[in-house]
C-alpha cells in the first residue's frame, strides 16, 4: 500500500455504538490531520498529530477522541455520536506540520453514517 | 478570522477548452500560502497547485496555472486544455505562514466548486 489509507471505506453506527476510525500513512511522515467534510461546508480540520503528540484540537466534542500511537497511525474513536456527526472523515499527513506551505497528502476518508 | 470563499458552487467546461475556478479570501496576514486541491469522484484529495503569498510570479503547474491578486486578495485557477479526469470537486485553501495569538496549523478550505467536463 501507497500513500494515505482509511479503514473502514465505510461505517454505519447507531447512536450508542463505539466505534473506531483507522489511518496509516506509508509516506514516512510527521504530522497527522483529521479533518470532517459535511456536505455543504467546508473542510473543518479537527485534530493534528506532530510525532504522534496532539498539536491541535479544534474545539471538538469529546466523543470524538483522537489516538496516535506512532507517527504511521492515526486513529479517531467515536462513541455516543449524534446524527449531525454523519460525514464524510478524511485523514491527512504531511512530512511535518511546518511549514505553511507544506503538502498535505489526503486519504479517501471514511464515510460516516449515524443512525 | 480566515475565511475562504468560492463564488461558483458548480462550473462545467467543454473537453479541451479552458475554465476559471475563482477563490477570494480574508485575512489580515502578509505572509500565508494559498492552495487549490481536488477531489475526484474516489474521494482522494490531492494537491493541485499552491502559491506563496510573498511571490509574485503566478504559480504553473502544466495545464493548471492560478491568477493570485493579493491586494484584491484573490487566487483563481485556470485549468486549460481541460481533460475528461479534471472533473472533480475544486477546493481553494488558505493557511498562514506563522502563529499569530493563534494556531497556524489549520488549512481553511472553501466549500468547493463542482467542475463537470463535458466531452
Known sequence: ETGVTQTPRHLVMGMTNKKSLKCEQHLGHNAMYWYKQSAKKPLELMFVYSLEERVENNSVPSRFSPECPNSSHLFLHLHTLQPEDSALYLCASSQDPHPAGETQYFGPGTRLLVL | ?119
Open chain 2, 1 to 119: 478570522a480566515q475565511t475562504v470563499t468560492q463564488s461558483q458552487p458548480e462550473m462545467s467546461v467543454q473537453e479541451a477548452e479552458t475554465v476559471t475556478l475563482s477563490c477570494t479570501y480574508d485575512t489580515s496576514e502578509s505572509d500565508y500560502y494559498l492552495f487549490w486541491y481536488k477531489q475526484p469522484p474516489s474521494r482522494q484529495m490531492i494537491l493541485v497547485i499552491r502559491q506563496e503569498a510573498y511571490k509574485q510570479q503566478n504559480a504553473t503547474e502544466n495545464r493548471f496555472s492560478v491568477n493570485f491578486q493579493k491586494a484584491a486578495k484573490s487566487f483563481s485557477l485556470k485549468i486549460s486544455d481541460s481533460q475528461l479526469g479534471d472533473a472533480a470537486m475544486y477546493f481553494c485553501a488558505y493557511r498562514p505562514e506563522r502563529n499569530s495569538g493563534g494556531s497556524n496549523y489549520k488549512l481553511t478550505f472553501g466549500k468547493g466548486t463542482l467542475l463537470t467536463v463535458n466531452p
